[in-house]
């Protein structure tokens, strides 16, 4: 089950999470907690739903259909948060991945109000793994400064793992580390790729989430995510006249020049 927000180009947000974990073999129930208007170049205005709607689209779908993860994404404003944490603290077995979405990749804020908090005590005590970018992690953390004391922190908030994704960091190779057990658990290094992408974060942690839901364990399901990730990159493409999109369905291109799709 997927909270998201609707972006219109398919390449972040709700069209993201679905592509990612239909394409990684699951079912997506998607529940929309915005709507945004924007183009590959930047955001526009959004709109975020009415909180009783909300409740409604997950209370409706997880009294009827049986729910192997949760994942959120743009959550529009706090009180959508709260109501999400309430939903999700009723099904404790449910792991949750929380990508805590605060702004767009141009740094247009994506929640009417500021959601450090609510995301501090709400909703990452309940979380499985928590997926935030360095930029993230640091608006996050309050009190801490260096990415290891930063996921210490969060930990202590009751959240199980983090992963902090490196490519906002100036570094040569991105270094992607996850934190579990109140210690750093392993370090990915992955080869920076030339572009600016739309929807990485939401690919990421749509994957975790698609390997949480089918029983892999947080360590291999983030290690399986990554490797997803940055391929949906590798062979992304500039769609329109901003910043690439991910393609989430390159498994199933087919090479004219290759007889054995033929
Ligand atoms: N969700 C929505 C609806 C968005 O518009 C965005 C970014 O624009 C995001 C999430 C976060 O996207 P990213 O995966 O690029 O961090």
């Given at each position: 089950m997927i909270f998201a927000g609707a972006d219109?180009?398919?390449?972040?947000g709700i069209a993201a999470d679905i592509q990612t974990v239909s394409a990684l073999g699951c079912h997506p129930a998607p529940i929309v907690t915005a709507v945004t208007a924007q183009d590959t170049a930047g955001l526009k205005q959004y709109t975020v739903v009415d909180t009783d709607l909300l409740i409604a689209q997950a209370r409706s779908v997880l009294e009827d259909m049986p729910v192997a993860a949760f994942k959120t994404g743009m959550l529009g404003n706090a009180a959508n948060l709260a109501a999400i944490a309430t939903i999700v603290s009723d099904y404790p077995s449910i792991p949750l991945v929380v990508d805590?979405?605060?702004?767009?990749?141009?740094?247009?804020?994506?929640?009417?109000?500021?959601?450090e908090d609510g995301y501090r005590s709400l909703l990452l005590p309940l979380a499985t793994l928590v997926t935030p970018n360095s930029i993230e992690m640091r608006r996050l953390a309050?009190?801490?400064?260096s990415p290891e004391a930063c996921a210490q922190e969060l930990m202590s908030l009751g959240c199980e793992y983090v992963l902090c994704t490196g490519s906002?960091?100036?570094?040569?190779e991105v270094s992607h580390h996850l934190f579990g057990h109140h210690r750093m658990l392993e370090t990915i290094n992955q080869p920076r790729l030339p572009h600016d992408y739309h929807g990485s974060g939401c690919t990421l942690a749509s994957a975790c989430a698609a390997g949480l839901a089918q029983g892999f364990e947080v360590t291999a399901a983030v290690r399986e995510a990554l490797a997803f990730t940055w391929n949906t990159l590798a062979k992304g493409?500039?769609?329109?006249?901003g910043q690439h999109l991910p393609d989430r369905q390159y498994w199933a291109r087919r090479d004219p020049n290759n007889k054995a799709n033929s």
């Open positions: 219109p180009t398919g390449g972040a805590p979405v605060l702004t767009t990749g141009a740094g247009d804020e994506l929640s009417e109000q500021p959601l309050t009190n801490a400064d906002h960091e100036p570094t040569t493409h500039q769609l329109g006249m």
